[in-house]
């Protein structure tokens, strides 16, 4: 099964890449975007085929890797 | 003194930190590929110099902070021993908690590629001892993610510790938004651990150690390391 991480920047952690998309919004003529953050999402192909377990593995992964803590939250989705 | 500089896929800087290094000390230091898990009997110091290992995936020195050797750095570290890391160095410090923080991409989002000034806010130590207090000297700097973040509370353990070694400064020493060029939290450019003996920068000192070079000004990092090991 599929596991999805998704890892942001924590509130606080200055975003530039994010500021930088919204003033492109901005300036194309999109209006009412209040914020824009941006992170990534890692996509994992996983042999497991019981969600608990994927989902178990997944955050273990992120804690360890994908994700650092000290700057970034992570969320885990397994379909 | 005994230095191994630790070598990944993607590092860069190594040969300028032996240049660096053998000019202070009068001997080569050892290259130490990422897949040793063990270091050479008698190292005196382990330096990560900059680069981009692994190609920067995920974060910068993210990969490398996994190395097998890694381990036996932070074994070497928790034994009292020396580490320097500059630049992407200073990046795989953070991410194995050999310090504490993390540094983003610059507040830009521009590579910056120039020399910097800083000023010397922990004298005394392995590596500042050649510099007085509040000295201010200049370095290279060459990184796109060299933006000093951490939370408050450790910023207040930092500051109150006098953990930070380095301040991004201009050539008369003033500590101003305009000299910080990365963005980075109260202009750091270096820190210290509590034991004074793992130190982590940005920029680097080590490619201004010759007349050559256009200056000497990062000798004193070197020469401090050289005198301090040598007694200790």
């Given at each position: 099964m599929k596991a999805f991480v998704t890892v942001m920047p924590k509130a606080g952690v200055l975003d530039p890449q994010g500021k930088a998309i919204g003033h492109a919004l901005s300036s194309l003529g999109f209006e009412g975007v209040a914020d824009v953050r941006t992170g990534k999402v890692i996509e994992l192909d996983l042999a497991e085929t019981d969600p608990a377990k994927a989902r178990a593995a997944a955050e273990e992964m992120a804690r360890k890797l994908l994700a650092n803590s000290v700057i970034e939250s992570f969320k885990v989705e397994v379909v | 003194m005994n230095a191994v500089i630790i070598v990944f896929p993607g590092t860069n800087r190594e040969r300028d930190m032996a240049i660096a290094l053998e000019r202070a000390s009068g001997r080569k230091p050892t290259m130490l590929f990422h897949r040793a898990d063990s270091l050479p009997a008698g190292t005196d110091l382990v330096v990560l110099p900059g680069g981009f290992s692994h190609g920067d995936y995920l974060r910068c020195g993210a990969m490398a902070a996994q190395s097998p050797i890694m381990q036996a750095v932070k074994d070497f570290a928790a034994r009292g021993g020396h580490v320097l890391g500059v630049c992407n160095g200073f990046q795989i410090l953070t991410e194995t908690g050999l310090l504490p923080g993390a540094l983003l991409r610059n507040a830009t989002l521009r590579f910056l590629s120039m020399d910097c000034h800083m000023r010397v806010e922990r004298a005394g130590t392995p590596f500042t001892a050649n510099w007085r207090q509040g000295d201010v000297f200049r370095a290279p700097m060459a990184h796109g993610d060299g933006n000093y973040f951490c939370d408050e509370e450790?910023?207040?353990?930092?500051?109150?510790?006098?953990?930070?070694?380095?301040?991004?400064?201009?050539?008369?020493?003033?500590?101003?938004?305009?000299?910080?060029?990365?963005?980075?939290?109260?202009?750091?450019?270096?820190?210290?651990?509590?034991?004074?003996?793992?130190?982590?920068?940005?920029?680097?000192?080590?490619?201004?150690?010759?007349?050559?070079?256009?200056?000497?000004?990062?000798?004193?990092?070197?020469t401090s390391l050289v005198e301090s090991l040598a007694t200790a």
């Open positions: - | 450790t910023l207040a353990r930092l500051n109150g510790e006098n953990l930070v070694a380095f301040r991004y400064a201009t050539p008369d020493g003033a500590i101003t938004p305009a000299a910080n060029r990365n963005g980075a939290r109260d202009n750091i450019a270096g820190i210290l651990s509590p034991n004074l003996r793992i130190c982590g920068l940005m920029p680097h000192p080590e490619d201004l150690v010759d007349p050559l070079m256009g200056g000497e000004d990062g000798l004193p990092m070197f």
